[in-house]
């Protein structure tokens, strides 16, 4: 996938980390603006309950009742309600305790309290003072965190950029490598955190290395296999024409079909080896595929001598893949039929064990000295004089493994000549 269609794990970190940050700024800067506000309004109410005791303090000045609206450094006026002499603007039925009241000099915090000889004594502040009290202790309050997450945001693009360079090494190291290259990457230089995402890429790795090993040896065997039918094809098809006679027609002809349907089974069998694992393959009774298959071989030359004997036992219910089925099946017989003949009664049983389902292919024929490199693809035992691929087995032992079952080549229990193919399948 190009960068242009996903974000990069940097991206994706940057941008979480970064959303996180300004939320928390967020809640943390709401949270600091209603406690800050509140706290310094309740300072302000303070100051102003505080300044109305110490004006009723002995030797405060207010005693004996006089009054006065001088200002202090905080804007504060002083007076006593209701006093006789002029110059007050409070109003003289203001109630004791904490209220805001409008004035001719606008609006005002005003704490009331009754002094000792019943005259009551009010203390008074503009809001306007008070909010710029108030501004002042929220920008002070606010500032920081307002100021740090810009900070944090870049020390977050930092820290990530610095925590994800050793990926980024392992990219270029990767980017830098020659086409083809599966060498597995360095385990000193590795992030623990991709450990095991890297262990995986590397098995994976392993198992296309095999798959391509075997598909670029598959690929050379099948070459050399196609190259001496073709060229006999070919020589066939030249000596036709050069044909002198219609006797000599016919005959060199006859042997040009030969050669070209020996060349069609091998292209068939190479066919069916390079084909996919998961391709559909339906499942039908294995009565049949058994059907199927005799029918299939009734009409080969090399059967007419033949002697076939099926006994499925009761397993003709048993479901198989229909594909799959018909050419393991199809090849054990077939090759029984072109060693053994009639050499003697070809069987084929099938029954079925607990959890298996086991079926049995059993010739007469030469046997087979070397079971195990029976089924390797293009193998041929020495001294055959049958024409063959080489191919037939391998299909079959890698269709069984497909299907999850076992294939074996086993000499035949009672002593005679011969061999009895085994395959077990699970149920």
Known sequence: MSSSNALSLRTRLITALMLVILVVTGIATLWAFQRAQLEAKEAQDGLLTRVSQIMDSPGAGFAQG???????????????????????????NLSEGLQTVETSRGEQRVYVRTLADGQKLAVAQATAVRQDAV???????????????????????????????????????????EDGSLDPLPEHRMPAEIAGFIQALEEHHSR????????????????????TPIAAVSFQAEHLVAARNEQERSERGSALTSGLERL????????????????????VPLGDIAKSVAQNLMVLPESEDAE???????????????????????????????????????????????????????????GIKEPS???????????????????????????????????ELL??????????????LPR
């Open 135 to 177: 501004n002042e202790t929220l920008i002070s309050t606010l500032a920081p965190i307002l100021i740090s997450a810009p900070l944090m945001m870049v020390l977050v693009w930092l820290v990530v950029s610095w925590a994800l360079r050793p990926v980024d090494k392992l990219r270029k190291e990767l980017a830098a490598r």
């Open 66 to 92: 006089e009054p006065s609206d001088a200002a202090d450094e905080s804007s504060l006026t002083v007076e006593i309600l209701g006093a006789a002499d002029g110059g007050h603007w409070l109003d003289a």
């Open 373 to 407: 490199k029976a089924v390797a693809a293009f193998h041929r035992e020495a001294g055959q004089h049958i024409p063959g691929s080489g191919l037939g087995l391998a299909i079959t032992n890698q269709t069984v493994a497909r299907l999850g079952g076992k294939l």
């Open 411 to 424: 000499s035949r229990s009672d002593g005679q000549s011969g061999t009895c193919a085994v395959i077990t």
């Open 264 to 283: 069609r089974g091998l292209c068939e069998q190479l066919l069916i080896m390079g084909q996919p694992e998961n391709r559909p393959d339906t499942a």
């Open 208 to 227: 296309a290395a095999t798959v391509l090993e075997e598909q670029q040896r598959f690929a050379a065997e099948a070459a050399h296999e196609l190259r």
């Open 308 to 366: 076939v004997s099926w006994d499925l036992d009761g397993c003709e219910s048993e479901s198989l893949p229909e594909i799959a089925g018909r050419i393991v099946i199809q090849n054990l017989v077939h090759n029984a039929i072109r060693y053994a003949r009639d050499a003697g009664p070809i069987e084929i049983c099938a029954q079925r064990l607990k959890d298996t389902l086991v079926i049995q292919v059993q010739d007469h024929g030469p």
